[in-house]
C-alpha cells in the first residue's frame, strides 16, 4: 500500500466561506486540503457552516466528516479560531467562548513575525448586509439555486464532450464585485487597521482570494482575503518562511492525485459531538 504523502507544516491557515450545509459546497475537496497540512494555527473566518439556508434534510457525509476532522485537530493540538460570518451569525451570541483549543469570537489578531494581522469576516463593511438584510439573505437563496443549475448545465456539457462554465462564479463576481465598489470594502479594511496599527488584514466574504498592498493615509496595509470552497477553492498560509501566500487547490499537484487513505485519519469517533448531533436529529454519514 502507499504511504499518504507527509502533510505541510504550516503556521497558520486561514479558511472561510465554505457553506457547510448547502449544495455549492465542495466538502470532499476541503477534506484533501486539510488532510494534507498540519497547522498550528487554524482560522475559520466565517460562513463555515451555512444556518440561513441550513436544512436538517441536506447534510452529505462529506459534510459531517469536515466537522469530525476539525475537532480531530482540536486533539491534535491545533488551535482553532472560529470567526463569525453572515451566513452563520447566530454564533455570534458565543462570542468570546473558549473550549480548550477553539474559541469564538468576532475577530482576532495574530501577532505573527511579519506584522500583526488583523482577521475578521468582513461583512461588516458590505452595504447589503448594513442596510437591507433581507435582500442579502434573498440572493443567498437565489445563489443556491444557481449553483443547482450551474450543476446541470455543467453535467450536460460534460456528456457532449463540451468544457465547463462558470455560470454562479461570474454571476457572484458581478454582484459581489458590485457590492465591493459601492461599500469601498477593500479601503475601508485597509484604512481601519492602519489606524490600528496593524499590518496586515485579513478578510472573506466576498469570495476574492487576494493578497495585494493597499496605501492609506496611515501607511500601506497588506490585505489579504482567503476566498472561498464554493468556486475558487482557496486558503490563505503563512509561515515564518514565506509569510502569508494564497493557497488554490486547482494548481496543487497534491490534489490532481488519486486520494490515498489516510492511515492517520483525523475523523475519530467523537462521543459528545455524536450526541448533540443526535438530539438535533442531523445525520452523521
Not at 491534535?76 to 462570542?95: Q, S
Not at 505573527?112 to 438584510?133: I, N
Not at 509569510?243 to 486547482?250: N, P, R, S
Not at 496543487?252 to 438535533?280: C, G, I, N, Y
Request: aromatic share 8%; hydrophobic share 40%; with cysteine.
Amino acid at each position: 500500500m502507499s504511504k499518504a504523502t507527509p502533510r505541510r507544516r504550516l503556521d497558520v491557515v486561514v479558511i472561510s466561506d465554505v457553506h457547510l450545509g448547502t449544495y455549492g459546497c465542495h466538502a470532499t475537496e476541503l477534506l484533501r486540503y486539510l488532510r494534507s497540512v498540519r497547522p498550528k494555527v487554524l482560522v475559520l473566518n466565517g460562513d463555515i457552516v451555512d444556518i440561513w439556508q441550513f436544512s436538517k434534510n441536506y447534510w452529505p457525509p462529506a459534510h459531517m466528516r469536515v466537522v469530525r476532522h476539525l475537532t480531530g485537530l482540536l486533539a491534535k493540538g491545533t488551535r482553532i479560531h472560529y470567526l463569525t460570518g453572515n451566513h452563520d451569525e447566530l454564533l455570534r451570541r458565543f462570542a468570546g467562548t473558549r473550549l480548550g483549543a477553539l474559541s469564538i469570537a468576532n475577530k482576532v489578531v495574530l501577532d505573527l513575525p511579519h506584522g500583526k494581522t488583523w482577521l475578521f469576516h468582513g461583512d461588516v463593511f458590505d452595504v447589503t448586509m448594513r442596510h437591507a438584510r433581507w435582500l442579502a439573505r434573498l440572493g443567498a437563496h437565489g445563489y443556491d439555486t444557481l449553483i443547482l443549475l450551474n450543476r446541470l448545465v455543467n453535467f450536460l456539457l460534460a456528456k457532449v464532450g463540451r468544457p465547463r462554465v462558470a455560470l454562479s462564479k461570474a454571476v457572484k463576481n458581478r454582484v459581489k464585485g458590485a457590492v465591493s465598489l459601492m461599500g469601498d470594502f477593500e479601503q475601508t479594511a485597509a484604512t481601519i487597521a492602519a489606524d490600528a496599527g496593524y499590518r496586515y488584514v485579513a478578510c472573506g466574504h466576498i469570495h476574492q482570494p487576494t493578497i495585494k498592498p493597499i496605501p492609506t493615509e496611515g501607511g500601506e496595509v497588506v490585505y489579504l482575503n482567503s476566498g472561498d470552497w464554493v468556486e475558487n477553492l482557496t486558503a490563505l498560509e503563512y509561515t515564518t518562511d514565506t509569510g502569508w501566500q494564497l493557497y488554490h487547490y486547482a494548481t496543487d499537484p497534491l490534489m490532481q492525485l488519486p486520494a490515498l487513505p489516510d492511515p492517520d485519519d483525523l475523523d475519530t469517533d467523537d462521543t459528545r459531538l455524536t450526541s448533540l448531533l443526535a438530539e438535533f436529529n442531523i445525520p452523521q454519514g
